[in-house]
């Protein structure tokens, strides 16, 4: 069965500092990765996928994420952390046959000013 | 483009009560899901249409819940009887395709007292 692995239930990082916010999945097969933010009382918006080509995959608010196939990780970083950035961030999973879109457990980013 | 459209936003309802919930996904989306999202968790795949067809309903308590997309387009999620563990708020997600992103709707907002 997949799985995603959020290990950090929250990072806090001070505004201006480089933001890390850590994946990784289980799955047969080539993974599709998906990162989204959700904002309070609000859905999930995407931010960025990983379908094949560049391990290096960028998106939306200046986020990008790094595909690891040895480490099986997918990370969201952004270099400057904002205050509008304090969200829950989910990662998900889904193998290459389509099956069900999997997430992990979020993580809460606190950017303090 | 309009996004996924959910109603009701939000619903109180006593326990042994039944409440359902409607999704119209965005135009053209042949995958539809569900999701359940209680308070602190990620989201959990209730189950998954393409089309009319359900490709994944594993999680799915099928003794008190169940969905249908009878055109392919429209869904309904029904709970009868709901439980107090049934409070969370429920999910709907649509995607063009198996292998890329799903876009999600605000959901609704369950409380079971």
């Known amino acids: 069965a997949q799985s995603v692995a959020q290990p950090e239930d929250q990072v806090n990082v001070a505004e201006g500092n480089p933001l890390t916010v850590k994946c990784t999945y289980s799955v047969s097969g080539n993974p599709y990765l998906f990162w989204y933010v959700q904002y309070p009382n609000r859905g999930l918006q995407f931010l960025l996928k990983y379908i094949t080509g560049d391990n290096l995959v960028k998106g939306s608010y200046g986020f990008e994420a790094e595909f690891n196939k040895s480490q099986t990780s997918f990370h969201l970083k952004k270099p400057s952390a904002l205050v509008s950035d304090s969200a829950l961030y989910f990662c998900a999973v889904r193998d290459g046959a389509g099956n069900k879109l999997t997430f992990g457990g979020g993580t809460r980013v606190l950017v303090k000013p | 483009e309009a996004g996924v459209a959910q109603s009701p936003r939000y619903k109180i309802i006593e326990k042994r009560q039944s409440v359902a919930f409607w999704c119209n996904p965005i135009s053209g989306h042949a995958t539809l899901y569900w999701y359940q999202q209680i308070l602190g968790q990620g989201p959990k795949l209730l189950i998954q249409f393409q089309n009319n067809g359900v490709v994944d309903d594993s999680q799915l308590p099928k003794d008190r819940f169940s969905a249908e997309r009878l055109k392919g387009v429209d869904s309904t999620l029904k709970i009868q009887p709901a439980k107090l563990e049934d409070s969370a708020v429920y999910l709907c997600?649509?995607?063009?395709?198996?292998?890329?992103?799903?876009?999600f709707g605000q959901g609704t907002r369950l409380t079971v007292v």
């Open positions: 997600a649509s995607s063009s395709l198996q292998n890329t992103e799903a876009f």
